[in-house]
């Protein structure tokens, strides 16, 4: 770590705090309200993130409008405009902020509206439909033995139903809903596959998949894919999912919910990583939460400490194999070419764009990148409230995935691919449709595996 002073350009490693969220104070509006008072000055300032999100285009055309020109002639229930626009994503931490800690003016924007939706949370008890949906695992569990059913009645086409879902939910009627399937992956899973004995890290590596929630329920195939590619690789893979990450909840402010999670899961993970596995999340939120979050959550909890140090996201996990042991023989190209959409919770991450890394293992295949965010988190972008600017976010997006002109679409996030290859197919003109898919499924295509 550098020792010249911190301050603007300065090459001292940011850093985030811990989050308080046990202390009475930080839940009290009014101290929220004078934080965001001296953190949204700052931005009015600087406004090197008017591109980054909706949430400071409408932060500085408050300013601009209100009767001052200031913050402070922004009225402070026009704050919750600002902070129902933030997904959360971290860009403007990680990529845009030059005064993040360990700067003087110790800026953590999402953090702070983290705080907000936590401190309004306390106070009105929170929004009831999206605490319904945050609870995944009940939601998943109570939907598999009729999945079929479900995924007719909440399919896009089913007007009717999402007509009435759209008046009671608040659940936007034109959006794709993630499809629910009566066989998660635990269940196909139940015994592992065996690990191939001639494969580059036979012998030399074991991992605990985490399958995650969305993963588990709504996109089992992409842990068909991460476990054949282990195993084709040598890797003793098993399926381990205790229970959902938190992430719908902390989105949400609940973090009291989102600690104990943390704590249980954790707790769950030490005798697997006493093993020697390393647990290698399935999805870039999931792998955020435990490698980031949960440590400032409970900083004082070594398994969580312990936990976020061994968690690899997949892709990460692919390339470090393949670095150390080899990349595998005779993988085959994949025709029409790869978009891949850098998701912003992979370069939270901040580990490079390993999806890439690991797509562009794949011979006489064109791979394109795009760091630009989708518009979509967690339930942002089909809810009716926080639609129009998932929408507005994802379309300049989704353009450019349509310039690229590649056949497949692939991102970290499987809602920011779903949420884009609705934008190209129905909003941006002809129809045409693109593959989606998750980056490790691609691959293991290309290693005729699935």
Known sequence: MSDEPAGEGGLNAPFRHPIDWRSDAYYDLGLV?????????????????????????????????SP?????????ADYAKVADACTLCDMCFMSKCPYVPPHPFDIDFPHLILRHRAANRREDGGD???????????????VAP???????????????????????????????????????????????????????????????VYATCFVDYNTPSTAVAAMAVLAHLGVEAAIDYPGCCGMPKFEGGDLKAVAHQAETVAAHFAPVIAEGREVVALTASCALMLKFEWPLLLPENEAVKRLALVTRDIGEYVVALTKAHGAPANIQPIPGGITLHHACH?????????????????PETKVDVIERCSGHGGTFG?????????????????????EEGNETLCSDCPLA???????????????ATLRQAHPIEIFAQALGLT
């Open 128 to 142: 009831f439909m999206r605490d319904q949906l945050a609870e995944t695992d009940r939601n998943g569990k109570l």
């Open 346 to 362: 992979a370069r939270a991450q901040a580990m490079g764009v390993k999806s890439a890394e690991m797509l562009k293992l794949i």
């Open 68 to 76: 001052t020109g200031e913050v402070d002639g922004v009225a402070k």
């Open 146 to 208: 009729v999945a079929g059913v479900v995924n007719w009645a909440t399919a896009k086409r089913n007007r009717p139903v999402r007509k009435v879902m759209e008046a009671v939910a608040g659940i936007a009627a034109e959006a794709d809903l993630p499809r629910y399937h009566a066989k998660t992956a635990e269940s196909l899973y139940r015994t592992p596959p065996a690990a191939n004995p001639n494969g580059v890290a036979y012998g030399k590596a074991k991992a605990a």
């Open 417 to 431: 691919c779903e949420h884009l290859g609705q934008l190209v197919t129905a909003e941006l003109a002809d129809g």
């Open 33 to 65: 309200e004078a934080e965001m008072d001296r953190v949204f000055d700052i931005c009015h300032t600087c406004r090197r993130c008017f591109n980054l999100c909706d949430s400071f285009p409408i932060l500085f055309d408050l300013v601009d409008e």
């Open 382 to 402: 089909v809810m009716r409230a926080t639609r129009p600017h998932a929408l507005k976010v994802g379309r300049p997006t989704a353009r450019q995935v349509r």
